[in-house]
């Protein structure tokens, strides 16, 4: 049996992490097009750094929850495979080995001009906006933007494993940032049947063959024993 997560901003709330488009979400005290965007950082990437210096400073706070855990606890037992949306790195913290991150990760800068590209852990960051130490070009928090494509090897092994799988379990999404919402989508038309763990419905509660109305933490418990049994 191939099982496949999918796991959006949902996943990371009861670590502390706010979310996009909840209440007090990120989406609702800023605005994407002046934080998110390549345009935003091309006008003023102090600006966006600051933003992005400050979430990390949230994040590096942040320990991964009981859901995390879970998550990483099923690939080693069950090989069950994670794509997600989220750059805070917490599934890698919880102990998840092989996660496909669609979105990038908030911890790599990536040079403008030249192919560097590293992990950058300081909180807060030496220098804003930060320098490359190769070629001394301004660096990029390694992140998809609004309007960039998503990583290409990222993308392509999500798509692989949403069309091969027999149960994809969607945890924390709203599932309306694409393509990522297609893939709950793709696996059900695929023949997978579908398990989404979130207390507000989603436009993919009406593809959902089981839907549980409860928070991360509290939903993968239930999942977790589920599956551990038809695995015995
Ligand atoms: P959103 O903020 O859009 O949605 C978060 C979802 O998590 C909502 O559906 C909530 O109902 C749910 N949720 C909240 N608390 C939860 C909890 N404790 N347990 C389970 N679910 C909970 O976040 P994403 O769907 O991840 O993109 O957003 C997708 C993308 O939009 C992000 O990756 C980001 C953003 O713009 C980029 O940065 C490219
Ligand atoms: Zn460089």
């Known amino acids: 049996m191939k099982i496949v997560i999918l796991t959006g901003a949902g996943v990371s709330a009861e670590s502390g992490v706010p979310t996009f488009r909840d209440k007090g979400g990120l989406w ?35 320990k991964p929850n009981k859901a995390h855990l879970i998550i990483a606890e099923m690939e080693e037992k069950f090989g069950v495979r994670l794509i997600t949306q989220n750059v805070d790195g917490l599934h890698q913290k919880a102990g998840s080995k092989s996660v496909v991150e669609l979105h990038g990760n908030i911890w790599r800068v990536k040079c403008t001009h030249c192919n560097y590209k590293d992990y950058d852990y300081s909180v807060p960051l030496k220098e804003i906006p930060p320098k490359c130490p190769k070629c001394g070009g301004l660096l990029r928090p390694d992140v998809v933007w609004f309007g960039e494509p998503l990583p290409e090897d990222a993308i392509e092994e999500a798509f692989y494993l949403s069309e091969n799988c027999d149960i994809m379990i969607v945890v924390g999404t709203s599932g309306v940032v694409y393509p990522a ?11 997978a049947r579908v398990i989404e763990i979130n207390p507000k419905e989603t436009p993919i509660s009406s593809i959902a063959d089981l839907k549980i109305g409860k928070t991360a933490t509290e939903g993968m418990e239930e999942v977790y024993h589920w599956i551990e049994r038809s695995f015995k």
């Open 181 to 191: 919402a297609n893939l709950p989508f793709i696996a059900k038309y695929r023949g």
């Open 28 to 62: 609702k005290n800023f605005r994407a097009e002046d934080l998110a965007t390549p345009q935003a950082f091309k006008r003023d990437p102090k600006l966006v750094w600051e933003w992005y210096n400050w979430r990390r400073g949230i994040i590096s706070k942040a």
